[in-house]
């Protein structure tokens, strides 16, 4: 039984662009896949804890599983030996996929410039939003979240948007 | 106290002189005799070092007038119930002879020896599975050999597949293929991480399964490794205590603190009553913190979600007062070589209280649901069981020591910043299973609320910071007016505060257990070398006598239970 909009609408039809109808869709249904390694890892709890509350953004599904997601948060250091990993668990996401790099770390290697950290998580993997801070506050994923957001406005299910990326491991 | 452990090392072995290194005894030993010591050091009733808490080496290559050979492992020892400290130095000849490995005695050794191995490039004779541990498989060179240059990464381009080594535990336990077919069933690998919910960071778990039952496993760390080591040879001693605020980032000032200690214990340095007692009222509302995190953790891996609400909550609501005193949420930065960063805010007194309040609320309603709840004894009681001389043979050290009914704790045993004037109690378990780890976590967070609220009653005013012009930055007028001024603010900053050239360990009762810090100074302004023990490694490398035999639920609450953070794991 339709209590909502819906009931008003009864057997009337809507028109709009394929790409509007699925953006909007996927825009406020996102499924975050936490690679969490580090420090970042503890200040995603936070986003996700009750007083900053991801869920007002509808990005509460948290799923460990990356074929269950489809976007990523890198909350940590990357080393050398995760990279791999890293990888390996990206392509395993569907399309379409978003990547987030929280923290220093994840964005250039921050503080940690040296034999065994990778330097930036976008010559592994391409990344769409880079949130800084070492570690970002709370504030900073959820305003990483909305800025997918507004990306995810912008894109059209015809595109194939990484298409042309190269990394260090391919 | 030492004098006695300097007494009984020159009867046993007359030609060895002791020396006395801050709180330690150090003794040199040649290779030849390394392995008669060793194992007199740790069977001895009169000598009785238990506890081998890490193995390190040097690399003297470029040690200012450095005579003799290049490199020297250190060993170094406690005697718990008496509170001795051993350091064992012996020179290293040629690397790839090394020296014969102490695995057999120790427990800890097995992977303290694969870690100088990978690190320095120094082989153990007789070692059973010497290979690399924090750097990948494909990596070449050994990192922290001074000819290394820090900026030279390796690229790995797949992970280590461990199936020799999960093969050989098995045949270690006496299991092949045969016995598994004359029972009529399968070994099942099983591989937990790096990536996976539970594992709680970057940490992987390779099991053989018979059914749930885990019959062999073998763990792989070193995901999260960093360089701190490395890095730290290249800043400044006030640089590094950023870098320490990321190794336990739970309890990210407790690591200020251990660090700073360190280094000022060294200097010779006394910082003021009421830098002191900030950093027993910070230290203990951080060990707090650290307690909540793993505690809320655990139980969610135990399917008590609420516990989750009502313990992190009142972490993230305590992350108000921290950010409010230090600026930063997590990584506090706050101590610095001769005292604090700046003194508390006025009306801090009220802000704690009411944290602390919340906090006793919240664990109290946590421990409502956990208490009498039958789920949480029927998974807990009896599980994943380590015995107290298990628990020494592997290092383990804190609350994780103290859950096998071992009552060793430095507050106690080894008092700094008057410690030995609060009232409090070492809570300890019986079974050391993991109920009791849980239990005695519970409860150093009450008894650390205890001794907040003694040192809120007790804390002097005055300076937080030493009025001494070695460590502590001059006061403005003098650096705009006075050339001497200038020229220490100057020197201070870019050469960093100068150490006598020397080595030392020193060591601080963190959340996880000891946290100590091995020097080397050349007397410059950074140090030669530092090396972090942490106190997760060595619980990390007896896991899997913990989990074997048990199911492979039991394993993932397991590992919630000994509260592994990656950061201070690997480094």
């Known amino acids: ?170 | 106290m030492t004098d006695t452990v300097s007494e009984k090392l020159r009867a046993l072995f007359p030609d060895i002189e002791p020396q006395k290194v801050l709180d330690a005894t150090v003794i040199d030993v040649e290779p030849e005799r390394l392995m008669v010591v060793m194992e007199r050091l740790k069977t001895y009733p009169d000598l009785d070092f238990s506890l081998l808490l890490d193995i390190t080496a040097v690399d003297y290559l470029t040690y200012p007038g450095q005579q003799g050979g290049r490199f020297r492992v250190v060993y170094t020892l406690r005697n718990w119930k008496r509170n001795w400290l051993l350091q064992v130095r012996t020179p290293v000849a040629d690397p790839e002879l090394g020296l014969p490995t102490v695995s057999g005695l120790w427990g800890a050794a097995d992977w303290a020896e694969r870690e100088v191995y990978d690190q320095y490039g120094i082989r153990f004779q007789g070692h059973p599975d010497l290979r690399r541990i924090l750097n990948h498989w494909q990596f070449e060179g050994h990192p922290l050999r001074k000819d290394y240059d820090i900026y030279k990464g390796q690229v790995c381009y797949e992970p280590d597949r461990l199936e020799k080594e999960i093969r050989a535990r098995l045949a270690a336990k006496g299991i092949d293929q045969s016995t598994m077919s004359d029972i009529n069933t399968e070994m099942m690998f099983l591989n937990l991480g790096p990536s996976h919910p539970a594992t709680h960071g970057a940490i992987r778990i390779f099991t053989a399964l018979d059914g749930e039952t885990i019959m062999a496993n073998v763990n792989e760390i070193g995901y999260l490794h960093r360089g701190f080591e490395k890095t730290a040879e290249n800043r400044t001693y006030n640089q590094i205590i950023p870098l320490t605020d990321r190794l336990n980032y739970c309890s990210a000032l407790m690591n200020n603190i251990a660090y700073v200690k360190a280094v000022e214990s060294w200097l010779g340095i006394e910082i003021t009553d009421r830098a002191m007692f900030m950093r027993v009222i910070l230290g203990e509302f951080f060990r707090v913190q650290d307690h909540l995190v793993c505690l809320a953790a655990n139980l969610v891996d135990m399917g008590g979600l609420t516990n989750y609400w009502y313990l992190y909550n009142e972490k993230e609501a305590s992350y108000d007062f921290i950010s409010r005193l230090t600026g930063a949420r997590l990584t506090s930065s706050f101590t610095r070589i001769g005292g604090m960063y700046r003194d508390f805010y006025e009306g801090w007194e009220a802000d704690l209280e009411r944290q602390l309040q919340a906090i006793e609320k919240g664990v109290n309603d946590s421990l409502k649901l956990v208490l009498q709840n039958r789920i949480v004894h029927d998974r807990t009681q009896g599980t994943c069981v380590l015995s107290p001389e298990k628990a020494l043979s592997y290092g383990y050290t804190g609350p994780n020591l103290r859950s096998t009914g071992i009552a060793f704790d430095l507050r106690k045993d080894n008092p700094y910043y008057h410690y030995d004037s609060f009232d409090f109690d070492i809570p300890i378990g019986s079974r050391g299973d993991i109920y009791d780890r849980i239990m005695v976590r519970f409860e150093e967070i009450f008894e650390s609320i205890k001794i907040i609220r003694q040192a809120v009653k007790r804390i002097p005013a005055g300076p937080v910071f030493v009025d001494d012009h070695r460590v502590a930055l001059p006061p403005k007028e003098q650096v705009y007016h006075k050339i001497e001024g200038l020229a220490n603010h100057f020197k201070l900053i870019f050469e960093g505060v100068k150490t006598p050239a020397g080595e030392w360990y020193d060591s601080y009762e963190a959340a996880n257990g000891e946290l100590g810090f091995h020097f080397v100074s050349d007397g410059s302004g950074t140090p030669y070398k530092l090396k972090v023990r942490p106190p997760c490694f060595y619980a990390m490398s007896g896991f899997h006598e913990m989990i074997e035999g048990e199911m492979i639920a039991d394993a993932i609450i397991n590992l919630g239970s000994i509260n592994i953070i990656g950061g201070e794991l690997d480094r």
């Not at chain 1, 009337?12 to 975050?32: A, M």
């Not at chain 1, 220093?104 to 290697?109: E, L, N, R």
Request: glycine share 8%; charged share 20%; net charge negative.
């Open chain 1, 1 to 170: 039984m339709a209590l909502g909009l819906e009931a008003r609408l009864g057997d009337s039809v809507l028109t709009t662009k394929l790409d509007e109808i699925i953006n909007w869709g996927r825009q406020y249904s996102l499924w975050p896949m936490v690679f969490g390694t580090a420090c970042c890892a503890i200040e995603f709890m936070s986003a996700a804890a009750s007083q900053h509350d991801i869920s007002r953004f509808g990005a509460e599904v948290v799923r460990f599983s990356p074929r269950q997601a489809d976007l990523m948060l890198v909350c940590g250091t990357i080393s050398y030996k995760q990279a791999p990993i890293l990888k390996r668990i990206y392509e395993q996401m569907p399309h379409p996929r978003w990547v987030v790099a929280m923290g220093a770390c994840a964005s250039s290697g921050g503080i940690y410039d040296n034999y065994c950290t990778v330097q930036g998580i976008d010559t592994v993997i391409p990344v769409d939003v880079y949130i800084s801070g070492c570690p970002p506050r709370p504030e900073a994923v959820l305003d990483a979240l909305i800025a997918i957001q507004n990306k995810i406005q912008t894109e059209s299910v015809l595109e194939d948007r990484h298409k042309d990326f190269k990394g260090i491991l391919d």
